[in-house]
């Protein structure tokens, strides 16, 4: 699996394991393996904690979920015969739409009112195999929103909870047995650093039905294990249809990749062929902790160069959704770990889209794709910086950005 922290792919920035639980969860079955999320879920599936959905691991030669199917229904609506008759009906249609049989009569684990509508979690015998999911309101009645395949991982990376309603502004969140704590939203501090602020979820007969911003169009909300990390972070079962629209994989964003001169002198290597890029340590407040985020297509900047001192530096954008991208300078002594030493953030539509001071004098960072940079101090002469970015004497105070169609743009440098 991916690293502990995996801030950007293709398509997705998210914590190691959420990714491929995503992209997964959009399919009409998923297979849960456990080499697949054992990074993020180990050793979590067999905690017997009175007033939660006990899930067991593995026991045997099959895959052991005796709770899911055989403790009885909780919620509100545990004992509406006419309802829950409706969910086994919607579990056995979606089976046979999908050309999947069933074994037996399903097991409605909750089943409960939500500011969305009613709704339902399942646990069932199929031809092959045992699955959960859960079910959704909707103008024709409940329907199966999400379904998991249970194969022989216990029940590593379920998901724990699944957004309802038209604008997908109601988050269901299942009570495992485990303490969990809730974000609505991702902020911007000054700078760029992130802040999530997250509270206790209050679990009742089962479950949690929490009011969110709408999530129709990016996912701003986050679960996570108590205490709040990465390696708790709990995924949200159908958000595909959020971070992948139609079903389709959006457009890798541009890697723009460049080193300034004297980086190898300092460096000792060539960091662009060996892909260097930011420890995830040292950005860590600029990275959401536990969200996962798609991308508007922003170019992703990476840069290395090297300060006046003789530092390493090292710059990087940051990009989530449909907001700005952000970007980080990063120094590093000799033999010394990178520091986020700056940052701010990007119009890619100016004619300077980066413009970045670095401190103790060490000059002013800017980038522009595909343009001749050059610099003056005062009334002096222009100096050549190079195409596509350079790092600049602490002491000029204009910039010349030369475009590709020969357009000249000046550009006071801020102090």
Known sequence: MREILQRATDDLVAPAGLLGAVRRGGRRRVVRRRAVLAAVC??????????????AGEGGDAPVVAPLFDEPTRGDLAADDGYLRQVREAWERHLKEIGEGTRGEPHV??????????????????????????VEPTADGPRIGTLTRLDGS?????????LLGSQRDVLLVLDFGQAVEFSAELRYLPGGKVERTFTPVAFRDGAAALSVPSQRTKLTVALARTPVSRMNALHIGNTSLILFPDGKDRP????????????????????????????????????????????????????????PDGRRLLVETIQYDDDPSRVIALLAGRNLPFEAVASTTVDWRAPLPVQLRLPDDQGVFVAAEG?????????????????????????????????????????????
């Open 42 to 55: 180990a050793a979590v599936v067999a905690i017997p904690v009175a007033g939660g959905l006990r899930l």
């Open 109 to 134: 684990v909750w089943a409960g009112n939500t500011p969305a509508g009613p709704a339902a979690y399942v646990a069932g015998d199929t031809t092959n195999d045992r699955s959960v999911g859960f």
């Open 154 to 162: 216990g029940t590593d990376g379920l998901e724990q909870a699944t």
């Open 371 to 415: 343009s001749v940079l050059s610099y003056r101090v005062g009334d002096g002469q222009w100096q050549d910086a190079g195409r596509n970015a350079a790092l600049l004497p602490a002491s000029a105070t204009d910039v010349r950005v030369t475009g590709a169609d020969g357009t000249t743009t000046s550009v006071p440098v801020d102090s």
């Open 252 to 307: 890798a964003a541009p890697l723009l990749r460049h080193t300034l001169p004297g980086t190898e002198q300092v460096w000792g290597i060539d960091p662009a062929a060996e892909e260097v890029s930011a420890p995830a340590e040292a950005i860590a407040d600029y990275l959401d902790p536990v969200g996962v985020h798609t991308h508007n297509g922003s170019p992703r900047l990476s840069v290395y160069g090297a300060t």
